[in-house]
DNA sequence: GCCAACGTTGGC
DNA sequence: GCCAACGTTGGC
């Protein structure tokens, strides 16, 4: 089982949203960065774990886990011209971007913060979210670093 | 709202 | 293939 980071800004779809849907369940769409769409269509598998964090908000920071429960199809929010993410260079028969299905399992007992993770760095020297100008919305995480995470919990 | 960092685009 | 211009991300 691999391990993930997904953000997302709470004012448009953040882990509450996420737990109030049918199943608990949303697809993952909107991913327009091929080294994100990437690590969906290629790495992620039904069971693999997911940190929830919230990014553009007033304190940013890991607030939940969240699963796979589908792995990666075509976004088809892509094809659509009225859709906010709709790429024109996207076709249903050569489909540029991937989404996924993920699931709300369960809101952290506390936020850890950006700010809490910077004090850690020494102990998660390979967290692709500590990375200077680090902008993937959707990156791996490491058995260690997600042991470490969620022992600051 | 600012702006640094980064990705993408397109002219050449 | 280079690189300037532009758009976006996201912390602050």
């Known amino acids: 089982m691999a391990y993930w980071l997904m953000k997302s800004e709470p004012d448009v779809f953040g882990l509450d949203h996420l737990e109030q849907m049918p199943n608990q369940t949303e697809h993952w769409d909107g991913v327009r960065n091929y080294q994100a769409r990437n690590f969906m269509r290629d790495g992620m598998k039904v069971g693999d774990e997911i940190l929830f964090y919230h990014s553009n908000c007033k304190v940013p920071g890991i607030v939940g886990i969240a699963k796979v429960v589908r792995e990666a199809y075509p976004d088809h929010t892509a094809f659509d011209p009225d ?3 709709y790429d024109p260079k996207s076709d249903p028969d050569k489909p540029r971007w991937y989404m996924v299905d993920v699931q709300f399992v369960r809101r952290l007992k ?5 700010q809490e ?3 850690h760095s020494e102990q998660l020297p390979d967290f692709p979210l500590l990375r200077k100008g680090n902008r993937l919305s959707v990156m791996p995480v490491s058995e260690q670093a997600w042991g470490y995470i969620l022992d600051l919990e």
């Open 83 to 85: 859709a906010k993410y």
């Open 117 to 119: 993770l910077k004090e």
């Open 110 to 114: 506390r936020n850890i913060s950006l």
